[in-house]
């Protein structure tokens, strides 16, 4: 589809899988084009009746098949390590100009999937940098993507017409989007996602293991601990499968914020000038830093 008749095209969309965030997408585009046509297939049913009735979706498919051959995007929303499994499928369905895309929040190995398929042309990484800790349909709202990044990560070959295309369906859900290379967006939320969730889920644990007989830890536990651990409440699943999945560039990162603690450590258990200056420093670049977001 050539970029310039976006508007003038009415899109039929398909979801597999459909949960927080398929959920989102779907209702944001509601808001925006209630004509688009949008299918969805989910290996639970439940979700998609809930969605039917609240005129999220228009038709519910029991099964990936034939009626996926219509639309021009399917964006694919299941878990990380399942969404490769749909590419094979999808080669023989699809039409020439649809774009498949996806909302993996790890890019490298499902890029590597849809070239093994032979999907290049078709298949645009997608990663919408939103969300909550709770997930399912029911918690599904178009208002969690506004002003949110997208990231979009195309191939090196991908149609600049397809990109152009897509990039504008994103923004009509109000997000800004970035086009990254899909290497550098792993390592990328590798950093600012995927560890923050495991430091979370680490502070959790250590507290949880080292309170009184009496909970007086979990008693005091106020705002900063609750604001420090609340990621730590995500689906225990979906994370093991995302560390999984970008082991390598958690790895790294993770080894670094180790090293930076152990210097922390190192500074307050000396009574000195400079190790106190050293904290001061710390905070001092962290609070420049975070309140530049």
């Known amino acids: 589809m050539d970029s310039s008749d976006f508007f003038n095209h009415k899109l039929t969309i398909g979801f597999i899988g459909f949960g927080l965030i398929a959920g989102s997408i779907a209702k944001a585009l509601k808001n925006v084009h209630p004509e688009y046509q949008i299918i969805a297939t989910s290996r639970t049913l439940a979700p998609l009746n809930e969605a039917l009735n609240d005129g999220a979706i228009d038709k519910i498919i029991p099964t990936l098949d034939h009626h996926f051959s ?44 849809a070239a093994n398929c032979g ?3 078709h298949f645009i990484g997608g990663h919408p ?33 397809k ?32 560890l923050p969730h495991l430091i979370s889920a680490a502070l959790s644990k250590m507290v949880y293991e080292n309170d009184d007989a009496d909970n007086h830890m979990h008693m005091l536990a106020a705002g900063g601990f609750k604001d420090t651990t609340r990621i730590a409440a995500s689906s225990p699943e979906m994370w093991e499968q995302i560390c999984a999945s970008n082991g390598t560039a958690i790895s790294i990162l993770l080894k670094k914020y180790i ?31 975070r309140n530049t977001f």
């Not at 859900?173 to 990254?180: D, G, K, L, S």
């Not at 930076?260 to 830093?289: C, G, K, P």
């Open 70 to 113: 219509q639309c021009d995007y399917i964006f694919l929303c299941t878990p990380v390590v399942t969404i490769t499994s749909y590419f094979s499928k999808l080669k023989t369905i699809i039409k020439k100009d649809c774009i498949i895309t996806d909302v993996g929040s790890v890019k490298t190995i499902i890029h590597e999937a």
């Open 119 to 121: 999907l290049q042309q």
């Open 129 to 161: 940098m939103a969300g909550s800790e709770k997930s399912g349909y029911q918690y599904a709202d178009a208002s969690i993507l506004k002003g949110a990044t997208y990231v979009i990560t195309p191939f090196d070959n991908t149609d600049k017409n």
């Open 163 to 194: 990109l152009t295309a897509y990039k504008m369906l994103v923004e009509q859900m109000q997000c800004n989007a970035i086009i990254m290379d899909y290497k550098q967006h792993d390592y990328c939320v590798a950093s600012v996602s995927h």
């Open 259 to 289: 090293h930076l603690l152990q210097e922390v450590e190192e500074h307050i258990n000396t009574d000195d000038s400079n190790n106190n200056e050293y904290i001061r420093q710390l905070f001092q670049i962290a609070r420049d830093y």
